[in-house]
DNA sequence: CTTGCGCTTACCGCTGCGTCAACTTCTACC
DNA sequence: GGTAGAAGTTGACGCAGCGGTAAGCGCAAG
């Protein structure tokens, strides 16, 4: 059974110029091309043209995914791949919606404490976004505590997941607090705090005193990490790397 | 309270070429530029980039987002719309993630039944591909029954839609099983499928019998109608037509 | 005084196609 | 056999949405 290049259009949604796009850059050459020039396409065609618009919908470019494709790597296993980002993708669309509707609330039942809203809005204003900077970017920097990290993650659900985010994110809110308060960090309380944060850590990672020391300087040096706390409050992340350090001195040493 | 360029890309995660390219289109002018020229954003900007990522997430062009923002529509009836789209797409990925999870099993297991494959196996291979194509065509080439159609649709939450959309796919695949077994459209029962087509049309539109065989021709005539019936059956498009007529003929007029 | 940082403008380049234009080929009908 | 129309072909140009780089300005520190 072969198919022209018309009919595999109406299949598969994409017009004919993509089809002939595709096969200019050697990315879905068709099965066979005919005396008169025109080009047919078999089953196998179709498959292979799936997984380039799956892919594509993960936004991979087209090179990518030409490599993806002429490499022999284990199909099955590209495949669980694509599944887990779509779930992943799914679910930060969901945290975007639930972004837009907390949006929504604030701006219909007029603003209420502009206290309470100065000192976590610019991350309520773009949780969601950002699709997945950390996720590639930590990958290529650190090998294998990414490894090791994604070991620990991988059984977890979406909701835990989820669960485990908003823990995040209230520690840091509490940290700010006592930022705001003035409250000088090796403050019991804050350390307190801080020993919360280092538990957490251990979850995926055992630091000795040096190296918690130094993830701290990385919260304030790295503009992924500072962004995220400078984003709840100006001055966090310098702040939390000197309860982090104070913390490391004191009990970890 | 004023922001530097970098610190806005920082805390919202784009780059501060983007913003630059924003500002120079106009989409999202600072508030202030100083005497040296550097650009000063202010809270009412971060919003409006909330707004604009939110747009972009949503794949909107730059220049509807513009216009969009320029308008002074209802702001949180439009927050409204993006949280809809939102969960639309959300579940768009579900159904995706789904086809993949189908694919990989039927890879595993080897090939089963093939006959059975053949009836719908285009249908199975680009579910939930190509996202918006109808809504963004539709909405231009005709503007009114769009816009009686989303009335309809508004009320909708996310599963009714879902189930909605299952519904017509489950009654196309029963048209298709009447037209692989020969069954003659005037039939009964291929008539009592029509009619059950009908009442649902009849729940956005109320068309008459000429408009009715339109329809029918419609999906015929037109390549993304013909798409979505040739991919369940090949020639089901005009079985449905044939179907349609005889029905507007006889129960109609 | 120069070094460096953060910012500016200006312009070229890239991806993934849409959109003609001009031409061929095949089929259908008179 | 002629001819219209549908479906295919190969260029070529265009466009959005930035990325990247160059060249330069202003200001604080050493």
Chains 1, 2 share one sequence.
């Not at 949006?103 to 603003?111: D, F, K, M, V």
């Not at 809005?121 to 976004?129: K, Q």
């Not at 209230?170 to 020993?195: K, L, N, S």
Request: aromatic letters at 8%.
């Amino acid at each position: 059974m072969a198919w022209s290049i018309a009919e595999v259009a109406r299949m598969s949604g994409v017009t004919s110029r993509t089809l002939r796009h595709y096969d200019e850059i050697g990315l879905l050459p068709p099965a066979s091309i005919g005396g008169n020039g025109h080009r047919h396409y078999e089953e196998a065609d179709l498959l292979r043209l799936q997984q380039i618009l799956l892919m594509r919908e993960l936004g991979l470019g087209l090179r990518e995914i030409r490599a993806v494709l002429n490499s022999d790597v284990d199909q099955v296993a590209a495949l669980r791949g694509h599944y887990r980002r779509l779930l992943a993708e799914r679910d930060r669309l969901q945290t975007l919606a639930r972004t837009v509707a907390r949006t929504i609330a604030e701006l219909e039942e007029g603003r209420g404490n502009s206290d309470m809203a100065r000192i976590n809005r610019p991350e309520n204003l773009f949780e969601g976004f950002e699709p997945g900077r950390h996720e590639a970017e930590a990958r290529e920097r650190w090998p294998e505590q990414w490894e090791s990290s994604r070991r620990a993650t991988e059984g977890m659900t979406a909701e835990e997941m989820e669960r485990w985010q908003r823990e995040v994110t209230a520690q840091m809110i509490r940290m700010a607090e006592f930022m705001v308060a003035g409250t000088p960090v090796a403050d019991p309380a804050v350390q307190a705090e801080v020993d919360a944060h280092y538990q957490g850590v251990c979850r995926f990672w055992t630091p000795c005193a040096a190296a918690y020391k130094g993830l701290g300087q990385t919260y304030l040096d790295d503009p992924r990490f500072r962004g995220n706390f400078d984003a709840i409050a100006e001055g966090l992340a310098g702040y939390q790397r000197d309860a982090m350090a104070v913390y490391a001195d004191t009990r970890l040493s």
